[in-house]
């Protein structure tokens, strides 16, 4: 790290990271200094108080996001490669060059801002990974506006609310997507969502096919309108802490929450772990196939490798379209350097077996990440044998939507990189609370703050507190549990609260409840996250019907599938859905779902104290119905 030579008593990578924690304002000035381009240099790099929720990085500084990713690389070097849109059919993919992207960039925050939409608005886009999209994100960055990016896998219903909550004016979509050579009607969707949504006035519509959907009066062609407008588009300059963007999540109870990024820390903290977690070098290729939907895709994807001036790849496609070798053909196609997944694609490739890796040329791969749930030591093995030739490091990354960034992750330079661990703390993180011996476990808290972290939940301040600062006090709380070796080193044990990780994907159990319990025949329910061999959690429903319930229980699962899919997204579906008589309460009426998650794991010996329970037959009429209905063999 340049920025390193001026400080102090550093000399190796370790002594580098003590210092950024224990010099953390020198640390981060230099490197806010060094990699980003200021309007007007800030003049205090931190004012945090965690007790309070208050952060705020690189107050008085003036920046532009949009000119940190594309200006000052088209200065450089216009005509390198930005993005490889990786599209749906292989071989198709599509290269987009700096000069290019801030064209395109340009032109659209021109026709945003023709539309009235000015800096503080938030626009939400609807978009499959593709140029267009990031240029939107872009485009809003570079006229003051906050992006809110809903995954295209998420339902009408789904949108609608995160429209309604950021109160957009505008949404940005395709009329089509394709995936997995499959059309789905994303238009149709956003449609269906703007119904419910008055505050929307208008929506861009890009063609991702060449088939024509039907314009309401909000609608625009948004290649045609792009047009017509110039390609110079003055950046507004941004301070440090407006807001970039906000990106909805899961939490235990209650709704999504929008999750606010602002812009100098994420921007430095996603170029500064791009650059380290995966060793990329200036004309690497890097391939994180994470969509831009999530939070992975917008650190990793986008705004990572793009501050660094690097060449990323937009993947449209799965992992097993056309067939299981599609990532590793793709990886010799376009030569990718570093290649960031997860461990679900990685379980679910190692299943088809090794030929299919074999098949192509990977010696372009240097780095190997996994990122969004834990990776087991066989996933991760294989990974590391078999796609990386037992040659690159692979590096288990932890971080989360709130973070903005990874934290905990191996240096791709350790001698020794154990299986399944995320084992440090990247720069200026400091993880660890009360316990200071090891080994140790407990909750996962982060001790002081970092550029990258979110700062606040959009219109809920007080939730922000109460989920992240309070728990304890001094700390931001992760909401994950974590063990910590005797080494020091970090594995990550998973969600201490009822957020559960399905495809790597984070869903609340809350939110699939309150689907559930939204059907005429169900009087209560409760959902619970149970290991699954490749998405990792799998989704097992009780239910508890209504006494004059009359409908058929396949009807019934089939219903509350359907429900749940309409209501959030494909992916929350339940596994399997058991009908019960009663759920295990407390005698306070609190549902236990350590008892649940015990009798659905098959750790009936772990089941526990039950005398607390106000009705302990409850649970022996669950373990029976359970058996039944899952026969002999593990859910799947
Ligand atoms: C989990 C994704 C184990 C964790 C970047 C976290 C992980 C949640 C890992 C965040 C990992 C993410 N090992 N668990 N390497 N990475 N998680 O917000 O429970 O979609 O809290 O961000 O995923 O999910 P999110």
Redesign the pocket.
């Known amino acids: 790290m340049p920025e390193a030579v001026g400080f102090e008593g550093v000399k190796d990578c370790s002594s580098l990271q003590e210092f950024s924690v224990s010099n953390s304002a020198s640390f981060w000035a230099a490197a806010a200094r060094h990699r980003l381009s200021w309007i007007k240099p800030f003049h205090t790099v931190q004012d945090c108080d965690l007790s309070l929720g208050r952060i705020k990085w690189f107050e008085g500084g003036q920046l532009n996001v949009s000119v940190n990713c594309l200006d000052r690389h088209v200065d450089t070097c216009p005509e390198r490669v930005a993005l490889i849109w990786e599209r749906d059919e292989p071989g198709s993919e599509i290269k987009v060059t700096y000069r290019q992207l801030l064209e395109m960039t340009c032109r659209l925050g021109n026709l945003l801002r023709r539309h009235g939409v000015k800096k503080g608005d938030c626009v939400t886009i609807y978009m499959p990974p593709c140029p267009l999209a990031v240029a939107s994100m872009l485009a809003c960055a570079r006229i003051g506006a906050a992006h809110n990016v809903v995954f295209a896998g998420f339902s009408a219903e789904a949108l609608a609310e995160r429209i309604r909550d950021a109160q957009s004016s505008t949404v940005i979509t395709v009329n089509q997507g394709v995936r997995a050579g499959k059309v789905t009607e994303l238009k149709r969707t956003v449609d269906a969502a703007v119904k419910d949504c008055p505050s929307v006035q208008q929506v861009l519509v890009a063609m991702r096919t060449e088939n024509p959907v039907t314009m309401t009066a909000k609608d625009m062609d948004m290649e045609e309108e792009m047009l017509k407008e110039d390609v110079v588009c003055e950046p507004e300059a941004m301070d440090s802490e407006d807001v970039l963007f906000l990106l909805y999540?899961s939490g235990s109870t209650g709704k999504p929450k929008g999750v606010v990024h602002t812009q100098a820390g994420y921007l430095l903290y996603a170029a500064l772990t791009h650059r380290y977690v995966f060793s990329y070098q200036d004309g690497d290729v890097f391939g994180c196939v994470a969509d831009i939907g999530?939070?992975?895709g917008h650190s990793y994807s986008v705004y990572g490798p793009l501050a660094n001036g690097g060449t990323t790849v937009l993947f449209e496609s799965t992992p097993i379209y056309p067939d299981p070798g599609r990532y590793w053909e793709m990886v010799q196609r376009l030569k990718i350097n570093q290649f960031y997944g997860a461990p679900t694609a990685i379980r679910l490739l190692l299943k088809y077996g090794d030929q299919w890796v074999q098949k192509y040329d990977r010696s372009t791969l240097k780095t190997l990440g996994?990122?969004?749930?834990?990776?087991n030591t066989e996933a991760w093995e294989w990974y590391h044998r078999v796609v990386g030739d037992g040659r690159c490091p692979v590096v288990?990354?932890?971080?989360?939507?709130?973070t903005g960034g990874i934290c905990i992750t191996p240096r791709p330079s350790d001698p020794e990189i154990v299986p399944g661990m995320?084992m440090r703390p990247f720069f200026g993180i400091k993880p660890g609370k009360v316990v200071t011996s090891n080994p140790a476990s407990g909750a996962l808290c982060l001790a002081q703050p970092w550029p990258g972290m979110a700062r606040t939940i959009h219109n809920n301040h007080q939730r922000f507190i109460e989920t992240y600062c309070q728990p304890y006090p001094g700390y931001f709380f992760?909401?994950?549990g974590a063990y910590r070796s005797k080494e020091g080193y970090y594995q990550?044990t998973?969600?201490l609260d009822d957020v559960i990780?399905v495809s790597g994907h984070?869903i609340g159990t809350a939110e699939i409840e309150d689907v559930v319990n939204q059907c005429s025949a169900v009087a209560e329910s409760a959902v619970i996250g149970y290991s699954h061999d490749i998405k990792g959690q799998g989704v097992y429903t009780f239910v508890v019907l209504k006494k004059d319930a009359d409908d058929q229980e396949a009807d019934l699962s089939q219903q509350l599938n359907n429900m749940v899919s309409k209501n959030i997204a494909k992916y929350a579906c339940p596994d399997f859905i058991q009908f019960v008589q009663r759920l295990p309460k407390t005698r306070s009426g609190k549902i236990m779902r350590r008892v649940l998650r015990k009798v659905v794991e098959r750790d009936l010996d772990g089941l526990g104290d039950l005398s607390t329970l106000d009705d302990p037959a409850a649970v022996q009429e669950i373990i029976q119905g359970h058996r039944e209905l899952c026969g002999k063999q593990q859910p799947s």
């Open positions: 999540t999530w939070i992975t996994s990122v969004g749930e834990p990776i288990d990354t932890w971080w989360q939507t709130e995320a992760t909401g994950d990550i998973g969600r990780n984070r």
